[in-house]
Structures are given as C-alpha cells and as structure tokens.
C-alpha cells in the first residue's frame, strides 16, 4: 500500500521539543520533495517547512530557527525537529510528498500547553 505515517507528536510543555517523522511505505522519497504543513483548530492548513530532493530547505517564518527539516533516504523518512515550542505550535501535523505522485499522511497530533 503506498502511503506516508506520521509519528513523533504528544502533548509538551511550552520551550520543550519534539521530532516528527514521516516514513513512506510501497515506494521511495528519493525524488520526491517534502512538505511538512500544520493544521490548528479552526484555522486553515499552512505550509511549516519543506525539503527538495536535493536537500534545499524553507521554513515559513512563524517557526524559523526553531524548526529543523531533514531527510533520510536510506530509511526512507522524512523528519522535522521542532524546539522552542510555543502554543501557538499545536496543531496536526501533516507530511505531504510530490514528484510524479503527490501523497498526504494522516497527520500526528502537536499539543504545547502548561
């Protein structure tokens, strides 16, 4: 079945960190580039970070130098280390790949709160 599995969010306390990861089953993300977008209650869904197949990063600016994009092609997954987070963090978040294909995970839930 090809697909993507997001894991890695919980519940953390503002200032904390945690590592998202997004692993593709059924095919390869070598080529593909990689998104990483968030959704919060109410709001709509925003683009967080992405990686090219190269390994070109962006950050949108809400998570800049706090956030960090990364790839793994020989365990075919994708990460985002998320530090500093604040409550305005907490959101699902949503791993998306493109190249000749495009695919959505599930999403994984982030929750920032004291």
């Known amino acids: 079945q090809l697909q993507l599995v997001e894991s890695g969010g919980g519940l953390v306390q503002p200032g904390g960190s945690l590592k998202l990861s997004c692993t593709a089953s059924?095919?390869?993300?070598?080529?593909?580039?990689i998104g990483w977008f968030r959704q919060a209650p109410g709001k709509e869904r925003e683009g967080v970070s992405c990686?090219?197949?190269?390994?070109?990063?962006n950050y949108a600016d809400s998570v800049k130098d706090r956030f960090t994009i990364s790839r793994d092609n020989a365990k075919n997954t994708a990460y985002l280390q998320m530090n500093s987070l604040k409550p305005e963090d907490t959101a699902v978040y949503y791993c998306?790949?493109?190249?000749?294909?495009?695919?959505w995970g599930r999403g994984t839930q982030v929750a920032v709160s004291s």
């Open positions: 990686i090219t197949s190269g390994g070109s990063t």
């Open positions: 059924g095919f390869t993300l070598n080529y593909y580039n």
């Open positions: 998306y790949a493109v190249w000749t294909r495009n695919y």
